[in-house]
């Protein structure tokens, strides 16, 4: 039987094939560790305002405020839907100012759909979209604590809450009260006010 002779220089070459294919052929080794991505903590929720007014408008989380309680931030305004509406709100008898620039944030340039441009009470609602949007929503990105029949950490019984819609009481919670077109709403919080206001003289154009 003829033995079977290799040059010197193919056994090196077989030699060192054979040993590359013993150390990555296989298939049981298995693949180095990786280390796990380090973990990341949730945002921290906005602080909420609670006890008396007044209630200035955030400055410097406006859309941190606006992505809680659910709003886009936007680049500019969008106006698919684009409607108005007034708010009145009530502390024991007296009137509260709703901030200018509620859900615009000047550092960012962004706008949120449910928008103040200036101290008047008029809420802008100029969306991408036609939805329905909350007056919880609106309070979200004012930073004023709203929810569970409370509002600013007053709740039942200690002070009444109510609502007033275009001169008429309704029933429903001040959270979750939609905003319409041209709707003068009253927020009463404690002892009502001498006159609560049924109608608003909107600008032309709104």
Request: negative net charge; contains cysteine.
């Amino acid at each position: 039987m003829k033995r079977l002779l290799l040059h010197p220089a193919r056994l090196a070459c077989l030699l060192i094939v054979t040993l590359v294919a013993g150390a990555c052929g296989g298939g049981s080794s298995s693949p180095p560790p990786t280390n796990p991505p380090p973990a990341t903590n949730p945002p921290t929720p906005p602080v909420v305002t609670t006890g008396p007014p007044p209630w200035p408008a955030p400055t410097t989380d406006v859309s941190a405020r606006a992505t809680a309680a659910g709003l886009p931030m936007l680049p500019r305004e969008a106006l698919n839907e684009h409607i108005h509406a007034h708010l009145d709100v009530f502390y024991d008898g007296a009137p509260v100012t709703v901030p200018q620039y509620i859900g615009i944030d000047l550092v960012a340039q962004a706008i949120s759909p449910l928008h103040t441009h200036d101290t008047t009470g008029i809420v802008h609602i100029e969306s991408p979209t036609v939805k329905d949007y909350f007056l919880g929503q609106f309070f979200g990105e004012w930073g004023v604590q709203m929810g569970n029949g409370c509002v600013a950490g007053v709740c039942p019984p200690a002070k009444q809450i109510s609502l007033v819609v275009n001169g008429s009481p309704v029933q429903t919670p001040p959270d979750k009260l939609v905003f319409h077109a041209h709707d003068e709403i009253a927020l009463i919080i404690g002892t009502p006010p001498a006159t609560v206001p049924s109608a608003y003289s909107f600008p032309q154009g709104y």
